[in-house]
């Protein structure tokens, strides 16, 4: 027995002498990437897994700088012209090298990308001046070149390149069914995919010629599962079945702040979470007091609190601060006497009847935070009839503005003001395609023509002041209720050292990770 | 199976718009459009669902938007993991209402018995994501004992991929399979204890024991093959009822199975594979209930096909 016991300590200590110097992540996320192909869906998930496995010409610092990655550096040579400069030396996973040529061929992907077109409608073309020098041409003097350029993933063109073995295209980029390019993957990224069995598993192992020699990362191996449960999620972690875990729900959040084995972290988001009234089903909507009683009937801070548990920033506009548009003076203003009297006012002070639609698996608390709403109205009278649906079914619902209020979240994908006013408070123009979700039918020319403007100003100052007017109009025009920023969270057991790889744009860089 | 696929695919419309989950949000309305057109939903309802009839005898059930393959392949690669939860949970419920049900039946007045129907109520009112979540925290979280999600380490058998025969998948089966038990065993229990008390009572268990036959010859030849036909009866059924739970168990445990694959299809609303489940599933119900009743000739002395019994 006591010989046994000895053998099997022997056993134990050689396993982790060997597993020195290989640091394998066991990593859980709420769902894996629906599709190795970087274009084919806009998604969190498929951003994170381009971070993994190919690198951006720049990216995001914590505090929204830019850091060059595969730009080694760029310059505004027009009015609309950002000339980027190669990297030399980095090489993707099949062995061929970084060059102008892949940088176009995959801007010129990116155009047809149904989901990615939209985002690089300014941009005119991507030319190669020589080898390593790419200019990335707008249709007129455009600000957010280089907001744009942390979306551009440099695809190896000769892999992607030719027929499959199943006479496919292997460029083709393919919605629905299968692709090459959605089960093989060759990008300059930090780790390459060795193993993936859709839904269970997915297991990288860290690229060897690698071109970032100072990345401090010491991962070389990572298995990605994903826990669709928020509490099996947490139970993993703190069950040591896995090593880092995103998103954690916020029920588990005070249990593993308690915990002396696990590192949480907590962020405020950019994800701004609002209440859109319909000016078009709702007359009583198109009176502004009607709007603002409701403003300010709305507790943000009570909801932010008790709802969210302090996992969101209140919020009175779109913009997060960091953002151009952003105001501190435009803060939340929760004042039921003021709502009351401002319905008197409107002579609504017996109230009337709306409906309202919320998901209920799409945003944070989404449900309950719609459910508290909708008992917050009802003090001034303004009764609810509340339904809400899981998303698949509350966006057929949304599109046919289904309801008088609407829920709706909004992330903005070029971290920029005005993305917001563009999808959310613009008037509905089904040609251009704004105010694709303003479900408030909200109307303002000088609005429609400011956030117009602020997309050709390339003078940053210039250009926050008028999105600053933006979110003031939208402030005081009540033209929607913004409730609050959603947080994001991450949770990892101790010696991983998550804090300086995680970022507001919830994209862990995890080739930068290192691992005690 | 021609009505189940007629409400499967009936209830298509109300299960949502996939477009949404596949394009994003911030794709425009004209590509959403685009792509519904591609997929052959805007078609009129007759249309579809003459393509998927003719479809479906050629056993094609449709392409799986999110997977992207085949639906039925992609609902039967799942399916060793179900069936062998489903086996677990089973064999735990068989192995545990016999001895349990029996010994209330014979001592119906002892502590020990009394303890056990107390329990079994218990366990059927806790809803099994419950069950789950607390088997998880005890013996996941607390002790540390067994692995709180997956399937773990799996060995090839040709197509079939078994966590049976290794013991990383064996330790990861106990917390899904008992829990999924966990529905079953209170009825059970309940159920031998009954039929045992009914039958013990009868005239030929007096006659038995007047023979002179051994206590255990009396209880299990006699007494427990004639309570066994009702509980072959709703073991068959409750073995469909075990498979609809499978559903929360496997989303508890993230265990990658048919069930946790219907609910994952349901939220995103990937029709091909929703209507694909639902006949699997429908087959497997028709084959279970077809085995039942071949089941009875097997143990009912009075039931026969004509084979003469001894």
């Known amino acids: ?516 | 199976m021609a009505v189940i696929s007629t409400i499967g695919f009936g209830v298509k419309a109300s299960l949502g718009d996939p477009t949404r989950e596949l394009a994003g949000d911030a794709a425009s309305q004209v590509e959403r459009e685009a792509l519904r057109a591609r997929l052959g939903l805007d078609d009129p309802w007759s249309v579809q669902y003459a393509r998927f009839l003719g479809n479906a005898v050629r056993g094609d059930l449709g392409t799986s938007y999110v997977f992207k393959r085949p639906a039925l392949e992609v609902i039967l690669s799942k399916f060793p993991a179900t069936f062998e939860l489903v086996l677990a949970a089973s064999l735990i419920v068989a192995l545990l209402s016999l001895p349990a049900g029996l010994y209330c039946a014979l001592n119906p007045n002892s502590i020990a018995a009394r303890a056990i129907m107390g329990l079994s109520v218990l366990g059927i009112s806790v809803p099994i994501f419950l069950t789950g979540i607390f088997a998880i925290t005890i013996f996941s979280v607390e002790l540390g004992l067994l692995p709180s999600f997956g399937r773990g380490e799996t060995v090839a058998i040709g197509p079939w991929r078994t966590g049976l025969l290794s013991a990383d998948g064996l330790a990861h089966l106990v917390l899904p399979a008992m829990t999924l038990s966990s529905i079953m065993l209170p009825l059970f229990i309940r159920l031998v204890r009954g039929q045992m008390l009914d039958v013990l009572d009868q005239d030929f268990i007096r006659t038995a024991w007047a023979k002179g036959l051994p206590p255990w010859r009396v209880w299990l030849s006699h007494g427990l093959r004639n309570a066994a036909i009702p509980l072959v009866t709703l073991g068959g059924l409750q073995l469909g009822t075990l498979l609809a739970y499978t559903i929360l168990t496997e989303t508890v445990f993230q265990w990658p199975g048919m069930g946790f694959l219907f609910l994952d299809a349901v939220n995103r609303a990937d029709v091909p594979l929703i209507i694909a489940y639902i006949m699997v599933v429908g087959a497997i119900f028709v084959t279970i209930n077809t085995l039942v009743d071949v089941l009875y000739v097997l143990i009912d002395p009075r039931v026969s096909l004509g084979v003469q019994a001894r």
């Open chain 1, 1 to 516: 027995m006591r010989l046994w016991l000895m053998a099997l300590v022997l056993v134990a200590s050689l396993g982790i002498a060997s597993s020195a110097g290989a640091k394998t992540l066991r990593l859980a996320y709420d769902a894996d990437p629906i599709s190795l192909d970087p274009h084919q869906q806009l998604s969190g998930g498929t951003l994170q897994l381009s971070h993994m496995v190919f690198d951006p010409l720049v990216r995001w610092r914590k505090d929204l700088s830019l850091e060059p990655r595969l730009a080694e550096r760029w310059e505004q040579i027009a009015p609309n012209v950002v000339r980027f400069y190669l990297r030399r030396g980095v090489t993707f996973h099949s062995g061929n090298p970084l060059e102008a040529k892949d940088v176009v061929w995959t801007f010129n992907r990116l155009k047809q990308s149904p989901d990615f077109k939209g985002l690089f409608e300014p941009f005119e073309a991507a030319r190669a001046v020589d080898d390593h020098t790419v200019d990335l041409v707008t249709k007129g003097p455009y600000p957010l070149i280089l907001n744009l350029a942390t979306y551009v993933f440099p695809m190896d063109s000769v892999f992607y390149s030719g027929k499959d073995e199943r006479g496919r295209d292997k460029s083709e980029l393919v919605k629905h069914g299968a692709s090459f390019a959605s089960d093989n993957v060759s990008g300059t990224g930090p780790f390459t995919i060795t193993e993936r069995e859709q839904g269970i598993r997915l297991v990288f192992k860290r690229f060897d010629e690698y071109w970032d020699r100072d990345s401090p990362g010491n991962v070389s191996e990572i298995v990605m599962t994903p826990i669709k449960e928020g509490p099996t999620r947490v139970a993993a972690l703190l069950s040591g079945d896995v090593d880092f875990i995103a998103p954690v729900p916020p029920a588990d959040l005070q249990r593993l702040k308690a915990s002396d084995e696990i590192v949480l972290i907590t962020m405020r988001g950019s994800r701004v979470v609002t209440l859109q009234l319909n000016q078009d089903r709702v007359p009583q909507f198109r009176d502004k007091r009607v709007r603002q009683a409701i403003v300010h009937a709305i507790n943000n801070e009570g909801i932010a609190a008790k709802i969210m548990r302090g996992f969101a920033t209140p919020a009175g506009q779109l913009s997060p601060p960091g953002y151009p548009g952003h105001d501190d003076a435009l803060s939340p203003r929760h004042d039921l006497r003021h709502a009351r009297s401002l319905m008197k006012e409107a002579g609504y002070e017996q109230g009337f009847s709306v409906t309202m639609l919320a998901p209920n698996n799409r945003y944070v608390n989404d449900y309950k935070i719609a459910e508290a709403a909708a008992a917050m109205l009802a003090k001034i009278n303004i009764k609810v009839d509340l339904k809400t649906l899981p998303k698949a079914q509350f966006w057929p619902q949304f599109d046919a503005r289904a309801a008088d209020i609407m829920m709706i979240g909004w992330y903005s994908d070029t971290e920029d003001s005005a993305n917001f006013a563009e999808f959310l408070a613009m008037s509905p123009d089904k040609s251009s395609g704004y105010g694709q979700y303003n479900a408030g039918n909200y109307k303002n020319p000088t609005l429609d023509r400011l956030v117009l403007q602020s997309q050709t100003m390339t003078d940053k100052a210039a250009r926050a002041t008028l999105l600053q007017q933006v979110e003031r109009i939208l402030y005081e025009d009540a033209a929607l209720v913004p409730l609050h920023w959603q947080h994001l969270a991450w949770a990892a057991r101790k010696g991983v050292n998550i804090e300086p790889v995680i970022n507001v744009m919830n994209m862990p860089f995890l080739g930068d990770l290192v691992v005690e």
